[in-house]
Structure formats: structure tokens, C-alpha cells
């Protein structure tokens, strides 16, 4: 990566969490300071209100136990707003779907603790779902493969969350 790309990177995402001001799910980012006595990732997510469509998503695809558990985890966390940019019935089908469901939630899933400093050496990551996504820079944004990053480095128990605004899909 050249270095203005580095650093373009580097301001970008150190201005992800003063944009985060708006955001619903700023409260996590200031509630869950001390990853020691944090709530985990799904109760991270159900305190900030901002994802009851993930929520139920990640219950109804058997993933809660598992999100839940010792981790560590990263997770790209689409909130109710990026779901409901989705084409009118998919979240439905899906929740009547478990495997396919779980495997887009999978693809939100990177295994380990990857916080927004250490994304500056990265251009994508492999997912739990088993297939890449890719990060870069984008009209001042951090983006993940379309999804721009609204909130990065929301501690939780066992990993973190950094906040989209769209759902991302696997190719294929």
C-alpha cells in the first residue's frame, strides 16, 4: 500500500468514531470501555438497539450460543437500517432459511479481534464463512467490500464490533 494511501486510511479511521456521534449504537461505544467486565458481542448488540434485525437473525441461524462464547471474534455489525435496505421479503426468507442465513452472517464474522488501527495493513480478511472480504478507502469512508463503517472498535467480552451500513453478501 503506498504511504498516502496509509495515511489517508489512518484519518479516515480515526474520524469513524467522532462520525459515530449519531449513530444508535454510539452508547455501546461508550458503555463497554473495559472488555473485561464488557458484555459480550449479542449483548452488546441488544443493549444498543440498533440491531434487533441482527439479533434475530443471529437467533434464528443458531449463532447466538456462539457469539456468545469465548471468542475472540470480529464482528461487521449491520444495523436495522442495513436491513431494511435489503429488497422487500429477503430478511424474511432468509429467517426461513438457517443455512443460508447463517452463512451471510458467517460472512460479518472475522475470527480474532481486529480493531480499525490494524485494518491499515490490511486490504480484506477472511470471514468464518470461509471466503474473503476487502477493505479500502472510499470518498473519505472506510468500507467494507460496499459497506461503509459508521462506528469502528465497540469493546465487548469476547471481541469487537465495528457498525455497516449495508448488508454484505458473498459472491457466488
Same mark, same amino acid.
Given at each position: 500500500?503506498?504511504?498516502?494511501?496509509?495515511?489517508?486510511?489512518?484519518?479516515?479511521? &480515526?474520524?469513524?468514531?467522532?462520525? &459515530?456521534?449519531?449513530?444508535?449504537?454510539?452508547?455501546?461505544?461508550?458503555?463497554? &470501555?473495559?472488555?473485561?467486565?464488557?458484555?459480550?458481542?449479542?449483548?452488546? &448488540?441488544?443493549?444498543?438497539?440498533?440491531?434487533?434485525?441482527?439479533?434475530?437473525?443471529?437467533?434464528?441461524?443458531?449463532?447466538?450460543?456462539?457469539?456468545?462464547?469465548?471468542?475472540?471474534?470480529?464482528?461487521?455489525?449491520?444495523?436495522?437500517?442495513?436491513?431494511?435496505?435489503?429488497?422487500?421479503?429477503?430478511?424474511?426468507?432468509?429467517?426461513?432459511?438457517?443455512?443460508?442465513?447463517?452463512?451471510?452472517?458467517?460472512?460479518?464474522?472475522?475470527?480474532?479481534?481486529?480493531?480499525?488501527?490494524?485494518?491499515?495493513?490490511?486490504?480484506?480478511?477472511?470471514?468464518?464463512?470461509?471466503?474473503?472480504?476487502?477493505?479500502?478507502?472510499?470518498?473519505?469512508?472506510?468500507?467494507?467490500?460496499?459497506?461503509?463503517?459508521?462506528?469502528?472498535?465497540?469493546?465487548?467480552?469476547?471481541?469487537?464490533?465495528?457498525?455497516?451500513?449495508?448488508?454484505?453478501?458473498?459472491?457466488?
Amino acid at each position: 500500500m503506498r504511504r498516502s494511501s496509509v495515511l489517508a486510511l489512518i484519518v479516515a479511521l &480515526a474520524a469513524v468514531p467522532a462520525l &459515530a456521534g449519531d449513530c444508535a449504537s454510539s452508547k455501546a461505544v461508550t458503555t463497554a &470501555a473495559n472488555p473485561a467486565t464488557a458484555p459480550n458481542i449479542v449483548e452488546t &448488540a441488544v443493549a444498543a438497539g440498533s440491531f434487533n434485525t441482527l439479533v434475530a437473525a443471529v437467533q434464528a441461524a443458531g449463532l447466538a450460543e456462539t457469539l456468545s462464547g469465548k471468542g475472540p471474534f470480529t464482528v461487521f455489525a449491520p444495523t436495522d437500517e442495513a436491513f431494511a435496505k435489503l429488497p422487500a421479503g429477503t430478511v424474511e426468507a432468509l429467517l426461513a432459511d438457517p443455512d443460508k442465513l447463517r452463512e451471510i452472517l458467517l460472512y460479518h464474522v472475522v475470527p480474532g479481534k481486529v480493531r480499525s488501527t490494524e485494518v491499515v495493513n490490511l486490504s480484506g480478511a477472511t470471514t468464518a464463512q470461509g471466503t474473503d472480504v476487502a477493505f479500502k478507502i472510499a470518498d473519505g469512508s472506510v468500507m467494507i467490500n460496499d459497506a461503509r463503517v459508521t462506528a469502528t472498535d465497540i469493546e465487548t467480552s469476547n471481541g469487537v464490533i465495528h457498525v455497516i451500513d449495508t448488508v454484505i453478501l458473498p459472491r457466488g
